[in-house]
């Protein structure tokens, strides 16, 4: 009994250190940031209501520590399981399905315990691009019709420059994805496809470009993706790891 009391008590603590993800990586997860425990990797919606948001939440944790952090540089890629890419999925361009229906915010959840803003609330943020340009280097040509980039970018003023320590999982941004013409008269096709979203990176800028930092590969196994509508869309033909440091940097080009 006593054996068996010590392995479930040591096993109730290796779960409980799961969540605080002190490991380098970047994380994906809907809802809340991945270190809570009540978030996601898969959402799934049943495209009845043109109603409501979905929400991904992007953090990150540094191996050592960063003086002087001015911002982040956020990439994620998405693919879609079919080809090409759903109207659903055509999002904030002139002229797509879903024009207004992609969006980005630093608001942190209060809910959120264990993630903390590195900014304090002080940051702002937008998004730079939402398209299927690739860099060929890194990329097979024959997934740019399943493919879109998403770039955004964080800042803080020089007033609120931060001090990150290692071993933390940082709060970076929220992505937004609303429901806006799911169903009925006008409906953008593809909203029960399967997608599935890599987190590429997190670069952590700072006041000195020479100290910046690229945080890439999931915290724990899995981590950098997230899944819509189920876990068929491959996210292993997104190319996340082994890369050398002038493919990483072609990523913020």
């Excluded at 939440?57 to 952090?69: K, M």
């Excluded at 980039?149 to 999982?169: C, H, N, W």
Aim: glycine share 8%; hydrophobic share 45%.
């Amino acid at each position: 009994m006593r054996r068996t009391a010590a392995l479930a008590l040591l096993a109730g603590s290796l779960l409980a250190a799961t969540p605080a993800l002190a490991a380098r990586g970047v994380n994906l997860s809907w809802s809340h940031c991945a270190g809570e425990g009540l978030g996601s990797q898969l959402r799934s919606f049943a495209c009845d209501t043109n109603a409501g948001t979905e929400q991904l939440v992007v953090s990150f944790v540094l191996d050592a520590p960063i003086p002087q952090v001015s911002g982040n540089e956020v990439v994620i890629d998405l693919i879609s399981q079919d080809d090409p890419v759903p109207a659903w999925w055509d999002m904030k361009d002139a002229g797509t399905c879903r024009q207004a229906s992609l969006g980005m915010n630093v608001v942190q959840d209060p809910a959120d315990v264990v993630c903390s803003d590195w900014a304090s609330g002080q940051s702002t943020g937008g998004i730079g691009a939402y398209n299927n340009t690739l860099d060929f280097t890194t990329f097979p040509p024959d997934i740019l019709t399943r493919h879109r980039r998403l770039k955004m970018a964080i800042a803080v003023p020089l007033s609120a420059l931060a001090d990150l320590a290692a071993d933390v999982e940082y709060f970076s941004c929220n992505v937004t994805i609303d429901h806006a013409k799911s169903v009925g008269a006008g409906a953008c096709s593809g909203c029960t496809g399967q997608v599935c979203l890599v987190l590429q990176s997190v670069k952590v800028t700072t006041s000195s470009a020479a100290n910046d930092v690229v945080v890439f590969g999931g915290a724990l196994a899995g981590s950098d993706m997230a899944h819509w509508q189920g876990s068929s869309a491959d996210c292993r033909i997104v190319p996340v790891r082994n890369r050398s440091w002038s493919q990483v940097k072609a990523l913020y080009r």
